[in-house]
């Protein structure tokens, strides 16, 4: 009996044993054979220290504690530098809008002032001795139309930048000039000029009746009287440009601004007479009529610009409201060298002449309502989209004007004028009066121009 417990006893023992999983035993990795020796690991004792600082003694190796460090894969395939492929990336210019970053224009003008209007001033007769009062075959010498009609040459600049990115609304600036033109006409009855006699062209203010005031005649007056007028336009503009429509073969812009116009004008009447008879000695006289236009007003226009390949036409139509200003000046001057028994004596009397005199001397303003319209229409070629030249026409139009001619009064005084009296003018008469007649003012000619937009 204690036999059989002794044999249980340890066949129990043996159970603990049996349950343990049995582990293999590692099989070597045969490793290609390598010409370099093989690195030896450390030994265990200089692997890691037996003590921290301070010579405290550890009971075991010390750890590496926190993240492993990342391994890094080497590359089955080496890479060669020739097998890189560099990508380079260019940015496109930003895009332009219908207006451009900035636009330029310079253009040559080419224009022709309305011709200034002048009354009939000088009546006479070329060849014969008679009197003038002798027949009534006179001719007009003088006056009654225009001196000439010449183009006057000037030029127009124009600067613009948008005001926007997208380029669709800008600012622009504009002036423009016509030079001072000249023109003068000379009536004469010195000798071998055919004339024979000539005189002022007047109406007397106490009869009414027409009458003539003789300056130059055969055997007593030896005289020369001369007109000249001039004219003398420019101005400039500020207009905010919005473009409405931008297609390959249109673009609408339309504009809205500020409009300066001035027109400068001017008559001078200057005589000098020798004088056998009468008072004799030698008279000088000289009249002046100055019309000044300032106009100021806002402005609205639109424009289109068609194009197709290389050319191009725009059409612009632009009208402006406003005030204009408008000064009438007159002046007038005789000088008189009389013979006198101890010599020549020198009088001279300012604010007379023979059409001004004190009743009208002098200068006056006032201020009207006025339309200033401007229509263009050129035509041109252009190069890409950053210039062209262009040839055109150009037509201004100032509704309201005043101009030196219209300010003429011909009703006369005789008596108050001293080239007749020898005396100093007789102030405290009405006429001539200031008369301050209005009428219009243009201008136009061609354009011959240079655009550029970049």
Same mark, same amino acid.
């Given at each position: 009996?204690?036999?059989?417990?002794?044999?249980?006893?340890?066949?129990?023992?043996?159970?603990?044993?049996?349950?343990?999983?049995?582990?293999?035993?590692?099989?070597?990795?045969?490793?290609?054979?390598?010409?370099?020796?093989?690195?030896?690991?450390?030994?265990? #004792? #200089?692997?890691?220290?037996?003590?921290?600082?301070?010579?405290?003694?550890?009971?075991?190796?010390?750890? /590496?504690?926190?993240?492993?460090?990342?391994?890094?894969?080497?590359?089955?395939?080496?890479?060669?530098?020739?097998?890189?492929?560099?990508?380079?990336? =260019?940015? /496109?210019?930003?895009?332009?809008?219908?207006?451009?970053?900035?636009?330029?224009?310079?253009?040559?003008?080419?224009?022709?002032?309305?011709?200034?209007?002048?009354?009939?001033?000088?009546?006479?007769?070329?060849?014969?001795?008679?009197?003038?009062?002798?027949? *009534?075959?006179?001719?007009?010498?003088?006056?009654?139309?225009?001196?000439?009609?010449?183009?006057?040459?000037?030029?127009?600049?124009?600067?613009?930048?948008?005001?926007?990115?997208?380029?669709?609304?800008?600012?622009? @600036?504009?002036?423009?000039?016509?030079?001072?033109?000249?023109?003068?006409?000379?009536?004469?009855?010195?000798?071998?000029?055919? @004339?024979?006699?000539?005189?002022?062209?007047?109406?007397?203010?106490?009869?009414?009746?027409?009458?003539?005031?003789?300056?130059?005649?055969?055997?007593?007056?030896?005289?020369?009287?001369?007109?000249?007028?001039?004219?003398? =336009?420019?101005?400039?503009?500020?207009? $905010?440009?919005?473009?409405?429509? #931008?297609?390959?073969?249109? &673009?609408?812009?339309?504009?809205?601004?500020?409009?300066?116009?001035?027109? *400068?004008?001017?008559?001078?009447?200057?005589?000098?007479?020798?004088?056998?008879?009468?008072?004799?000695?030698?008279?000088?006289?000289?009249?002046?009529?100055?019309?000044?236009?300032?106009?100021?007003?806002?402005?609205?226009?639109?424009?289109?610009?068609?194009?197709?390949?290389?050319?191009?036409?725009?059409? @612009?139509? &632009?009208?402006?409201?406003?005030? *204009?200003?408008?000064?009438? &000046?007159?002046?007038?001057?005789?000088?008189?060298?009389?013979?006198?028994?101890?010599?020549?004596?020198?009088?001279?009397?300012?604010?007379?002449?023979?059409?001004?005199? /004190?009743?009208?001397?002098?200068?006056?303003?006032?201020?009207?309502?006025?339309?200033?319209?401007?229509?263009?229409? &050129?035509?041109?070629?252009?190069?890409?989209?950053?210039?062209?030249?262009? =040839?055109?026409?150009?037509?201004?139009?100032?509704?309201?004007?005043?101009?030196?001619?219209?300010?003429? #009064?011909?009703?006369?005084?005789?008596?108050?004028?001293?080239?007749?009296?020898? $005396?100093?003018? @007789?102030?405290?008469?009405?006429?001539?009066?200031?008369?301050?007649?209005?009428?219009?003012?243009? =201008?136009?000619?061609?354009?011959?121009?240079?655009?550029?937009?970049?």
């Amino acid at each position: 009996m204690r036999c059989a417990w002794a044999v249980s006893l340890a066949f129990i023992a043996t159970i603990p044993a049996m349950a343990q999983p049995v582990t293999p035993a590692p099989v070597p990795i045969a490793l290609p054979p390598s010409d370099e020796p093989a690195e030896q690991p450390p030994a265990a #004792d #200089d692997a890691m220290p037996r003590e921290l600082p301070g010579g405290i003694p550890v009971s075991q190796p010390l750890q /590496p504690t926190g993240p492993e460090p990342l391994a890094i894969a080497e590359s089955p395939v080496p890479v060669r530098s020739q097998d890189i492929v560099w990508e380079l990336t =260019v940015e /496109p210019p930003p895009a332009c809008g219908s207006l451009r970053p900035h636009w330029h224009s310079l253009e040559l003008l080419y224009w022709w002032p309305a011709r200034p209007p002048i009354p009939p001033l000088v009546l006479g007769r070329r060849g014969g001795s008679s009197p003038p009062w002798a027949g *009534n075959n006179l001719q007009l010498l003088a006056g009654g139309r225009a001196i000439d009609s010449q183009p006057n040459a000037g030029g127009r600049f124009l600067l613009g930048t948008p005001l926007n990115a997208d380029q669709t609304f800008g600012l622009e @600036v504009a002036y423009f000039f016509l030079g001072t033109r000249s023109f003068n006409q000379t009536v004469s009855n010195w000798g071998g000029n055919g @004339v024979a006699f000539f005189g002022l062209n007047y109406t007397d203010a106490t009869t009414g009746a027409s009458d003539l005031l003789t300056l130059g005649q055969t055997g007593s007056l030896f005289a020369t009287l001369g007109l000249s007028t001039s004219v003398r =336009v420019q101005g400039w503009e500020v207009n $905010t440009v919005a473009n409405l429509w #931008d297609r390959p073969g249109l &673009k609408l812009n339309t504009l809205l601004g500020y409009r300066y116009f001035m027109v *400068n004008e001017g008559l001078r009447i200057e005589q000098i007479q020798h004088r056998y008879t009468g008072l004799g000695g030698i008279t000088e006289t000289a009249d002046q009529f100055d019309a000044h236009n300032r106009f100021h007003g806002g402005q609205i226009g639109l424009s289109a610009d068609l194009r197709g390949g290389l050319v191009f036409c725009e059409v @612009v139509a &632009k009208v402006a409201f406003g005030q *204009n200003y408008q000064v009438v &000046k007159t002046e007038g001057m005789t000088h008189l060298m009389l013979p006198t028994p101890g010599g020549a004596a020198l009088q001279t009397y300012g604010g007379s002449g023979l059409l001004v005199q /004190p009743s009208n001397f002098g200068r006056e303003l006032r201020g009207v309502f006025a339309v200033l319209p401007e229509g263009s229409v &050129k035509f041109g070629f252009r190069w890409g989209t950053a210039g062209r030249v262009y =040839v055109g026409y150009n037509f201004i139009y100032l509704s309201d004007a005043v101009r030196p001619g219209d300010q003429i #009064d011909r009703t006369l005084h005789p008596l108050q004028l001293p080239l007749v009296s020898g $005396t100093a003018p @007789v102030f405290g008469g009405d006429r001539p009066a200031r008369l301050f007649q209005r009428s219009d003012f243009w =201008v136009q000619g061609l354009v011959v121009g240079l655009e550029t937009r970049y």
